[in-house]
């Protein structure tokens, strides 16, 4: 089974600052994880998702994210915030079920809403 | 058009109600997913399907039923609303691939369900 935890259900940045995002993940196997926006009335859009290799992931609209198995976190960044970032980000994982079988299920953080300030 | 649509987009109901939430694709995906979503608890699974003859249950499947009518259509049922069923839905497709978990899952636009 796997569960992530998304820190700061709401995080106010300036336009231009940094934008930190933060996911911890539990699985017991090597998991695949995923970010997620929601902008306003819409669906959940694919930002980046870490498979295997590279644990520096570059994703749409200038957000990263990377992989540390040792502190089992899946951080989203952006290096300058700009308004149309305003939305909700959902860190997920995929992982296998208690019998081990993959089924590409996803298990979602709570999300984080992201307000971007003038 | 949208590759995943849900109809409709909103409802209001009364307790008591059935009440049939549908999701067509167009991505040609074998895989279909339902999810509600609630403030400050992320999305979660209700029941997901890998082709029109298998359907599973997910974590939260109490009080719903789903209904694979074919490839490109997936739609949830709930047979008598209650409140705690007010939520925001999610439909989503994903693809099969040799490793079915890394393939990110496309979602339609939610259908926002609201049960007096």
């Known amino acids: 089974a796997q569960s992530v935890t998304q820190l700061g259900s709401h995080v106010s940045v300036s336009e231009g600052a940094l934008v930190l995002l933060r996911c911890n993940y539990s699985s017991s196997v090597p998991p695949y994880l995923f970010w997620y926006v929601q902008y306003p009335n819409q669906g959940l859009q694919l930002l980046l998702k870490y498979t295997t290799g590279a644990t520096l992931v570059k994703g749409i609209n200038g957000f990263e994210a990377e992989f540390k198995k040792s502190e089992t976190s899946f951080h989203l960044t952006k290096p300058s915030a700009h308004m149309s970032d305003a939305a909700e980000y959902f860190c997920?994982?995929?992982?296998?079920?208690?019998?081990?079988?993959?089924?590409?299920?996803?298990?979602f953080g709570q999300g984080t809403i992201l307000t971007v300030h003038p | 058009d949208a590759d995943v649509t849900q109809t409709p987009r909103n409802r209001i109901t009364k307790t008591g109600k059935r009440i049939m939430l549908e999701c067509s694709q167009t991505?040609?995906?074998?895989?279909m997913y339902w999810y509600r979503q609630d403030p400050g608890l992320g999305l979660r699974l209700i029941y997901y399907s890998f082709d029109v003859k298998d359907i599973n249950k997910g974590e939260i499947s109490d009080g719903y039923s789903v209904s694979r009518q074919a490839q490109a259509k997936f739609s949830l049922s709930l047979e008598s609303a209650i409140p705690n069923q007010t939520a925001l839905y999610f439909c989503?497709?994903?693809?099969?691939?040799?490793?079915?978990?890394?393939?990110?899952?496309?979602f339609g636009d939610g259908t926002r369900l609201s049960i007096l």
């Open positions: 997920a994982v995929s992982g296998v079920d208690a019998g081990g079988t993959s089924y590409g299920k996803l298990t």
């Open positions: 991505k040609g995906h074998d895989r």
């Open positions: 989503a497709t994903s693809d099969r691939t040799r490793d079915w978990s890394n393939q990110p899952q496309h």
